[in-house]
Structures are given as structure tokens and as C-alpha cells.
């Protein structure tokens, strides 16, 4: 009978929290209202840092957020202090494993849209800007390893780690590639930081944009009633496609 009085009070309990959850915040088209954290401007350099820490806690999702979170807990305060970082950790090997998107992009793009009011054309900065560089390109204090960097040109995490191992002649599965994962997470951390406090200061401007070539791809493939109307995607299209005569 106690059992079953507790479990008849545990009940109870569920059904008056799902009753008192609040119901979204929608705009007036029906659709989620965006609502941004307080944000103060950081150090880049320390959040990489914290990054770089964090990602031996956990891994490359986990960690950029991890990093970016704490230094604002302790800045800002409010909801920063009790924010849910080690949720994230599925993120690893681009989605458990998977090799789909990089680890670091996902969690970049979900700690842009929690802090950002504007998050969309810093993700699109952000995610050429990865494409296009050596990566990685910002060494923590007290690296594991010296690691060089590679250009992925692409978002994916097999892709990605691919080039690296192409360019380092190491393995995948070697201490050297998890710390060149480790100091990539820490160098997509210090640019989202960039990121934030160029926005912040109402100085960002786009320095990566969408190559004319991909433009061109999505011309046919990615617009409505187009000539190949059957994609959608802002990747640079040459990672894995082969080019063709329009």
C-alpha cells in the first residue's frame, strides 16, 4: 500500500507539472518566438580554453557550448548557471558516432540560436569559415599534442577527419586525432566568441560567403520550381560530388 500511495503521489506530481509547463512563446504568425540569453562580451581566448578542458570531460559538441556557457555563468549569471551543457554529449563523431555533421558545428549553431538575437547569419559565417580553413588554427595552453591543421572543405565529421588524416598521415582512432578534435572544438569556440561580440558591438560583417560555384549548384537544385528542383543544402557541393556542365 506505500508503494503504492508514493506512486499514486509521483503521479499526481507529473500530471500538475505537464499541466503548469508554460505554452511556447509564438509570434503573431503562429511560429516560435525567438528569445535570446543575456549576452556580455567575452574573451575568446579564455572560452577556447575552457573549451579545450571541457572536451576532456566530454566531446566536441558538449564542449563548445560547455566552454561558452561557462564563461558567460560566470560573467552573466541568471540562467547560465544551471544551463544542461552535459545534455549535449550525444553530439559526438558527428551525431554518436554517425560522421554526419561535425560535433563542433552542432554545438556551435545550437549555442549561436541560445545566445545570438540573430542567430542565422552567424551560423552561415561560421559554417563556411569551417569549410574553407585550416583547421585547427588556435593552440589551448597545455596541448596534448603540436597538431597541424587541414582544410575539410565541408561540414561533415568523416569528411572532415578524413582530410585531417590524409594531411597527418595518422589514424582515426589515434590519441593524436582525438586531441586535434579536442583543439578543433577549442578553435570553432574562439570564433563563435568573435562571432558574438562583433555582433554585439554591431560590427559583424560576413567574410565568408557561399562560393560561386556552390551558388551556382543550388541554382538549379535548391530553389522553388527550379530546373532540378530536389535538394536543400548550403555546402560546398565538391566535397563530394563531382562537377558537371551545366
Known sequence: ??????????????VAAIENRPPPVLTEKGTLKHQPLPYEPLDPVYVGNLTYEAFYHGHCMYSVVEGLVRALSEKVGGPYLTWPTATL???????NGWGSICGTLNGAAYALNLISPNPGPLIDELYVWFEQTSLPNFVPEGPKFEIEGAVANSILCHVSILAWTKASGLGAFTPERKDRCGQLAASVAVKVTELLNAQAAGEFVPAYPISEET??????????ASYL??????MDCFACHEKHPL
Open 215 to 224: 551558388q551556382e549548384c543550388r541554382g538549379c537544385h535548391t530553389q522553388k
Open 89 to 95: 554529449d550525444y553530439g559526438f563523431a558527428g551525431v
Open 1 to 14: 500500500m506505500g508503494a503504492t500511495v508514493v506512486l499514486g503521489m509521483r503521479g499526481t506530481d507529473a
Open 229 to 234: 528542383e530536389n535538394s536543400q543544402s548550403k
